[in-house]
C-alpha cells in the first residue's frame, strides 16, 4: 500500500526524465479520459516530487500532474519502447526512457488538494517537535489513531507506518491526542519518519503489530488486537498489554 516513503521512491524512480520533453499518451480508457495526455504531450518535465501520499509532476507553463497511488497505482520506469503487457493510464516518453503509470486511480491537473496538506513528514525541513505541536493544536480531543493519519496535519503516514509507530511509542491508538505526552507523540513521530526515510533508502522495517492480528507481540508475547478504529473505520493493529489504555480513559 503505497504511504509516503512509496511516494518518495517513486519520485526517486522518475528522475532520469526530468529536463526532457516528454511524448505523453494514454492507452487505458479511464486514462484517456482523465485528458490528462493531450495537456502534458510535447512539454518539459521540469521537476518530480513527492508530497504526503502524492506525486507532483511539474511541466514548463506551469502545468502540474498530481497522481495519488491510492491501494493499487503503480509508477514504473522502462527502456523506451520496451514491450507493453496490458493498459497503462499514462506513459511517459522521454529519450531513452519511459515511464509508465498503472491502475490510476487519480492522476489530475488540479492541486487543491495538495494545498491542504501539513507539512510532509519526509521533508528535510520537517522537524518532529513542529509536527507534535500541530497535532496538538489541530486535534487535541481526537484519537492518536485519527489524528496521526489526518494528511492536513501530518502528510505521508498510512494505515500501517501508524500501528507500527504506535507500537512504537507503546501509545494505544484509542488514546485522545490531549492524554498522550509530547514524548509519546513524539516518539511515535520520530520513529516513523526515521524508518520511513530509511524505507526510501530501500532498508526495511520488520513489522510488529500490522496485519499481525492473534501473532505474539514481538515485545511482550502477548496476542496482537485488531479492530475498525474512529470514524473512517479503518484497521487498527496494537498490543493490548504495551499498549494499553490508561484506566481513566474510555474507549
Ligand atoms: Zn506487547
Redesign the pocket.
Known sequence: MPEGDSLHRAAALLQPLVGERVEAESAHPQGQATGVARVIDGRVLTSVEAVGKHLLLRFEGDVVLRSHLRMRGRWRLEPRGAQLRGLPWLVLRGREWEARQWNGPVLALDQRPVRRLGPDLLARETQVDDLVRRVRRAVPTRLVGEALLDQSVVAGIGNMWLAEALWHARLSPWRRVADASDEELGSALAFVQERMRASVDGERTARAVYRKAGRP??????PISSGGLGDANRTAYW?P???ALPATAAR
Open positions: 507481540c514481538p515485545r511482550c508475547g502477548t498490543c498489554a504495551c499498549q
